[in-house]
């Protein structure tokens, strides 16, 4: 079992705004960061740290974080964003790392 | 740009010993610790361990102790994953990620390989 618990799966209606959320102890000592991943792709980093996007990532996407619990909105969903999406971050011990189960996006 | 290219799929059959290379470029190798992770098929995401490429030292997951060996070649900038006493359940498309940090409280995986599917099978 995993130390992130993300709910299995979420969905959103084309361009209405969907939240997805990562619970966890760690999440109070560390920041999660979030990758989408598309069927046979590998993950690609979407959010880390407060709130941080790598370059070529829409701004949309942002993140949050408030006590155990780190969340991933996207503002104004696309097709395109359908998708699984993994939260991870250190573990409880702070000497390893640990991902959520992964949250399977539908986009309406 | 900075690249993680990942060798090719592998066939074992149970209890033989897989490696799988990743290869750096685009960056200086020793400046960042590698990551490898891996995913059963359907299933999510699972961090094995990681390399500090620097000076070779290794950690790995409780669950892959014993098991799993992470080493690298500096002069090839290339880290390698062995998975010794393979079984069924370890069939499973295994990545490179290279570990990123701000120095204090948060870390991400940025780039990825493009991964390398194990298959063991008798």
């Known amino acids: 079992s995993s130390e992130l618990t993300q709910d299995p799966a979420v969905s959103v209606a084309l361009g209405q705004t969907v939240r997805i959320t990562c619970q966890g102890d760690?999440?109070?000592?560390?920041?999660a960061a979030w990758y989408q991943q598309k069927s046979g792709q590998a993950p690609v980093l979407v959010i880390y740290?407060?709130?941080s996007r790598p370059s070529g990532i829409p701004d949309r996407f942002s993140g949050s974080s408030s006590g155990n619990t780190a969340s991933l909105t996207i503002t104004g969903a696309q097709a395109e964003d359908e998708g699984d999406y993994y939260c991870?971050?250190?573990?409880?011990?702070?000497?390893?790392?640990?991902f959520g189960g992964g949250t399977k996006l539908t986009v309406l | 740009q900075v690249q993680l290219v990942q060798s090719g799929p592998e066939v074992k059959k149970p209890g033989a010993s897989v490696k799988v290379s990743c290869k750096a470029s685009?960056?200086?190798?020793?400046?960042?610790?590698m990551h490898w992770v891996r995913q059963a098929p359907g299933q999510g995401l699972e961090w094995m361990g990681i390399?500090?490429?620097?000076?070779?030292?290794?950690d790995y997951a409780q669950k892959f102790q014993g098991r799993v060996t992470v080493t690298r070649d500096t002069s090839t900038s290339t880290v390698y994953m062995e998975l010794s006493s393979l079984r069924s359940e370890d069939t499973a498309v295994y990545f490179c990620?290279?570990?990123?940090?701000?120095?204090?409280?948060?870390?991400?995986?940025?780039?990825w390989g493009q991964g390398s599917l194990v298959t063991v099978s008798s």
């Open positions: 990620a290279r570990d990123n940090s701000d120095g204090g409280s948060y870390w991400w995986f940025d780039p």
């Open positions: 685009g960056y200086t190798f020793i400046g960042y610790h």
């Open positions: 390399i500090n490429p620097s000076g070779g030292r290794a």
């Open positions: 760690s999440l109070r000592s560390h920041y």
């Open positions: 740290g407060k709130n």
């Open positions: 991870n971050s250190r573990d409880s011990g702070g000497f390893r790392w640990v």
